[in-house]
């Protein structure tokens, strides 16, 4: 009798294991990145400024190899370039804002004829001249922001006006006279090498990784986007779309102060007719920047690179011997080619920074 309990038993026990559901299978494993993000990554509209700069790249080494390829003209090219790069990052902010600022170029030559006047003329210790020339380009762009926001003017008619009245200041003070005797300790800053590049460049960067900060990972770099995008949408979800230009214009004002400040440094001078010449280099490598991995959108990254792809091109066209006007009608012609295309990338970009702001403060 046991024995049949036990055969009962272990005859149950086999129909439970023999009904109870198979395991699952293991669910097959994701693949690391989707084949169609690296695609569109290493596409030429998100990239096409890497493109561009190796087909340059190419042509000028076969073209003028004994000179395009040699060290120094890097090294040179590198250097010459931080001050226009930072001049653009600083555009960069105001753009991104909605603001056309045409007054960089002049905030440029007043911070640099500014700290030589301070240095030279008056006296003032580095530190302080240095502080009070940004000071002075922020309270540019503090005018600038007064106009469009509280006046009401367009800003591309504002900072053209800001503009005039900066370059006529700029006479005033220099009495449209080179400044000269600016100290061997404040000549460093400009002309002191580091791993064979100047400190502007390092300052660029450090600026750069500033501004791409803020505006990338902070609620203060949304507010700026949503402005740029739409400002009424943007009022309407609770950005104060006022302060937003106001201090974006600031904060173009002085870096393009700090700016000139470093061209006095590296010259050695202060020269009343520098600026104007760094308006369009700035303005077209910050649309060109802005086709670049944001699709339209201006963005810190791009517009360094943009930089650099421009001045290869204008420095191998140099070397190999083309007219002094090239570098203008290089610049001019990216400039309405990056106007063109970030229009074209940039629509809805725009619409979809609003909506990205949107869904952020509802925290979704």
């Not at 991104?96 to 170029?105: E, M, P, R, V």
């Not at 006047?117 to 540019?140: D, F, N, Q, Y």
């Not at 974006?248 to 002085?254: D, N, S």
């Not at 001078?269 to 959108?297: C, E, H, K, M, V």
């Amino acid at each position: 009798m046991r024995h049949v309990a036990e055969t009962n038993v272990s005859a149950a026990r086999d129909d439970a294991a023999a009904s109870a559901p198979a395991p699952a299978a293991a669910a097959p494993a994701r693949p690391v990145a989707a084949p169609g993000r690296l695609a569109r990554a290493l596409s030429f509209r998100n990239i096409s400024a890497v493109y561009v700069f190796v087909a340059l790249f190419v042509l000028f080494s076969i073209w003028v190899p004994d000179t395009f390829l040699a060290g120094d003209t890097w090294r040179a090219l590198i250097s010459s370039q931080a001050v226009t790069a930072m001049l653009a990052i600083g555009l960069v902010i105001a753009l991104s804002a909605g603001a056309f600022d045409l007054s960089i170029g002049a905030t440029l030559g007043f911070g640099h004829i500014v700290v030589a006047w301070l240095l030279v003329e008056r006296g003032v210790p580095i530190a302080p001249a240095i502080a009070l020339t940004i000071v002075a380009g922020a309270v540019v762009g503090l005018l600038n922001g007064l106009l469009v926001v509280r006046a009401r003017i367009d800003s591309f008619i504002a900072t053209l006006g800001v503009s005039s009245v900066v370059l006529a200041m700029i006479a005033w003070i220099s009495s449209s006279q080179q400044i000269l005797g600016l100290s061997n300790a404040f000549q460093k800053i400009g002309t002191t090498e580091i791993l064979g590049l100047t400190l502007p460049v390092y300052l660029m960067l450090g600026v750069a990784l500033v501004t791409w900060y803020v505006l990338e990972c902070t609620p203060i770099g949304r507010h700026v986007y949503a402005t740029g995008g739409n400002i009424e949408a943007a009022r309407l979800a609770g950005v104060r779309t006022s302060a937003v230009v106001v201090v974006a214009l600031v904060c173009c004002g002085a870096i393009a102060a700090f700016s000139g400040l470093l061209v006095s440094s590296a010259l050695g001078t202060g020269d009343p007719t520098i600026g104007p010449a760094y308006l369009l280099p700035a303005f077209s490598a910050a649309f060109l920047g802005s086709t670049q991995f944001r699709g339209g959108r201006f963005n810190v990254w791009g517009t360094v690179l943009a930089v650099y792809v421009l001045a290869t091109g204008v420095k191998g066209l140099q070397l190999a011997g083309a007219p002094i006007w090239i570098p203008d009608l290089f610049n001019g012609v990216a400039l309405l080619l990056a106007v063109g295309l970030a229009k074209y990338q940039g629509t809805a970009r725009r619409a979809g920074a609003v909506k990205r702001l949107l869904r952020f403060e509802k925290g979704e």
